[in-house]
């Protein structure tokens, strides 16, 4: 149960320290269980003796007061009309503690001074009583003043030894003996068997995350029970489902990022060795493949960016936060994005109401707008058009663009802000499209406290809605 750890420090098992803890639990336990039936039995026959003996010992002593004095004549004849036969010994004293009556008659007493510390105290004109507890029986002692006219005139001692209730308490304590140690050995085999499993279970889980950590994100626990480890353990197999699915897209990212950097490097690197290998290349053809040289340079550049801005999202990099107003950032790009809205002869509508203010990075707010509306302009329809709307209600500010192409498929909607993901890829490449840009502009939409949502119009098209805190309406923003 003693382990070391890999700094070679000594550890303990959990379910050592269980057994410590409950070993000394029901050690405790074991022992109050023998101590104190014990020692209620033990007071309770000491306040039955008090309470016996001080009332014999006062009734005796007021048979004894109506003589006018003591002498052991008269003294035999009053304890004869008395119950003395509950005593082992009787003892009647004068005031000067000389003893006249004694009813152990061996003893050779009668004649002489009495001077136990009872007698000593009820000549002084106090009651005593005293028991003592050996384990195998009780001694008991009690005396009582004599008194007669106001005056102390001698004692009364009374001296009880009681070994059968002694006996009938060590029986008692015998059987409890023997009752609290079956129960302590059942108690340990019942704690070892609960710490066994319990520690079992907690060794499984251990066991499991040490196969995770070597990379086998497949591996699951089966709970047993419906307790914290039941839980623990639901709690893990959830944690490694979301690492294997991280992995998995950190997987399919890196190949996806390969494979659309490795089109514009080869396209450069086809294009500069025919360059390189010809020898009587016309003017006009080498300017047209630097050209293309430099189209797919400018692609590659475009797409690492994207890669970089997908980075530092994911990296949390804290970015400057201010007052935006969205319809000026609005505004600006619907007037960039005139020229391509020309080209395709699309309309741009625009409802752009005032006040709608947010906390935000402004060129996040840019980089939204201008993606969203950008894709509405590429994946159009040409002559279509182009709705944008920002309006405000209920400490919320809303952005809505929407677009008449030919929409996105609804099983196509829940993957479209993931990474590389192009619902069209054949389509996605003449347009110059990476499947990253959506992917950036949710992330910039949550990195500054907002929400977005996609879905298919009723007639044609895609509408893609952003939602924001209204700067007014918020108590305090928590910067990621």
Do not use: W
Not at 234 to 246: I, P
Not at 270 to 289: K, Y
């Amino acid at each position: 149960m003693l382990k070391k750890d890999q700094n070679g420090k000594i550890r303990y098992s959990v379910q050592l320290t269980f057994f410590i803890i409950y070993f000394l639990f029901i050690a405790l336990m074991t022992g109050l269980l023998n101590t104190y039936p014990t020692i209620s039995s033990r007071d309770a026959v000491f306040s039955t003796k008090q309470s016996m003996m001080l009332s014999q010992a006062t009734v005796m002593a007021s048979s004894l007061s109506a003589l006018e004095s003591l002498s052991g004549e008269n003294v035999t004849q009053v304890m004869e009309l008395v119950d003395i036969n509950s005593f082992d010994r009787v003892i009647v004293t004068d005031a000067n503690a000389m003893t006249l009556y004694d009813t152990t008659q061996t003893s050779g007493s009668l004649g002489r001074y009495a001077l136990f510390s009872e007698i000593v105290g009820a000549l002084r004109g106090q009651v005593q009583f005293f028991c003592s507890y050996d384990g195998s029986s009780f001694r008991s002692r009690a005396a009582s003043p004599v008194v007669s006219a106001g005056e102390i005139i001698g004692c009364v001692y009374l001296y009880e030894y009681d070994g059968i209730q002694a006996a009938y308490i060590m029986d008692i304590q015998a059987r409890l003996r023997s009752i609290s140690i079956i129960a302590a050995l059942l108690a340990l085999l019942a704690v070892y068997v609960f710490t066994k499993a319990l520690t079992g279970r907690i060794t499984d889980l251990v066991r499991a995350m040490r196969i995770v950590r070597e990379g086998n994100y497949d591996y699951r626990i089966s709970p047993r029970g419906r307790d914290e480890v039941t839980e623990l353990a639901q709690e893990f197999n959830d944690m490694t489902q979301r690492l294997q699915s991280t992995e998995e897209l950190r997987r399919r990212f890196v190949s996806d990022a390969s494979h659309e950097l490795r089109t514009p490097l080869a396209s450069i690197r086809l294009l500069s060795d025919s360059i390189a290998q010809s020898e009587n290349m016309d003017e006009g053809t080498m300017r047209e493949f630097v050209g293309d040289i430099g189209t797919e340079a400018e692609r590659l550049q475009r797409m690492t960016e994207k890669l970089m801005r997908l980075t530092r999202m994911d990296s949390s990099v804290q970015t400057q936060r201010e007052r935006v107003d969205i319809k000026r950032v609005a505004e600006k790009t619907v007037h960039m994005l005139t020229p391509l809205a020309q080209a395709r002869n699309i309309t741009i509508f625009s409802e752009l109401d005032e006040g709608c203010i947010v906390t935000a990075s402004q060129d996040d707010v840019h980089q939204i707008i201008f993606n969203l509306a950008e894709n509405a302009l590429k994946y159009n329809s040409f002559g279509g058009n182009v709705f944008l709307r920002l309006h405000a209600a209920e400490g919320t500010v809303k952005l809505t663009v929407e677009d008449t192409g030919i929409g996105i498929p609804e099983e196509d909607l829940p993957h479209i802000f993931s990474r590389f993901y192009r619902v069209d890829k054949a389509r996605s490449s003449d347009v110059g499209g990476s499947g990253l840009g959506l992917a950036i502009v949710k992330g910039a939409v949550e990195q500054n406290g907002g929400t977005i949502a996609a879905q298919r119009r009723e007639t044609v098209g895609t509408r893609f809605v952003v939602s924001f805190p209204a700067a007014g309406e918020e108590a305090e923003y928590d910067e990621a």
